[in-house]
């Protein structure tokens, strides 16, 4: 099976950095997604990291090390606009099917204050 | 415009009736993916599909079926046997290394 953790709320001040943070344990990994869902909204795609290492995009950069089972979501200048929960999800080989699962973490609730 | 759609946005069933959810893609992805979302909690797999004709059984697969006949289309069935349907349903589509969703159907069941 697959395990995902992630902090389950955060709070930070409007104009700083966060980081948030994603653990997991699984086989098979073939890449990890992060999402951003706003409150009664669907999901919307923020990067995918496949190997080592750091991808910025724009405000956002999400960092990935495998031999860590571990990932975080970095969000500079924090803007009202981003209190939201962030979802952490990892593609693995389901080997009972041979073909790949996208499985979620249960999303960090972010929330921006004055 | 490409992307993924979902109808409808809100749905109202009776207990002990089935209702299918529809989901519609033209990014040419290969996979799709059914997830549940109740309040406060994270997304569960109902169903995924890798390719045409083929379907897996997620996690919380009782209660629901699928068919994947076209690329584009993956409808999920909610059906009587479904005991909490209830619940926010999230359709996906991927390639390697992106995924996008639906915009979601909330089902009710009155």
């Known amino acids: 099976g697959q395990n995902i953790d992630q902090p389950t709320e955060m709070t930070a001040t409007e104009g700083a950095i966060v980081q948030i943070n994603c653990t997991y344990q699984t086989s098979g990994f073939n890449g990890l997604f992060w999402y951003q869902q706003h409150a009664g909204e669907a999901p919307t795609f923020l990067s995918y990291?496949?190997?080592?290492g750091l991808e910025e995009k724009g405000r956002f950069s999400s960092f990935l090390s495998r031999s860590k089972g571990y990932s975080y979501l970095l969000l500079k200048e924090l803007q009202m606009k981003d209190s939201a929960s962030y979802l952490c999800a990892v593609r693995a080989l389901y080997s009972g099917a041979g073909s790949y699962q996208l499985t979620f973490g249960k999303g960090t609730k972010l929330s921006v204050i004055p | 415009d490409g992307g993924i759609t979902q109808s409808p946005k809100y749905l109202f069933r009776k207990e002990g009736q089935n209702v299918t959810l529809s989901c519609e893609q033209n990014?040419?992805?290969?996979?799709m993916y059914w997830y549940r979302q109740d309040p406060g909690q994270g997304l569960r797999l109902i169903y995924y599909s890798q390719i045409v004709n083929d379907f897996q059984k997620g996690d919380i697969a009782e209660g629901y079926s699928v068919s994947r006949e076209k690329k584009e289309s993956f409808p999920l069935t909610v059906t009587s046997a479904q005991k909490n349907p209830t619940a926010f349903y999230l359709c996906a589509s991927s390639t390697n290394t992106e995924a996008f969703f639906g915009q979601g159907t909330r089902l009710t069941v009155v």
């Open positions: 990014l040419n992805h290969d996979a």
């Open positions: 990291n496949v190997l080592d």
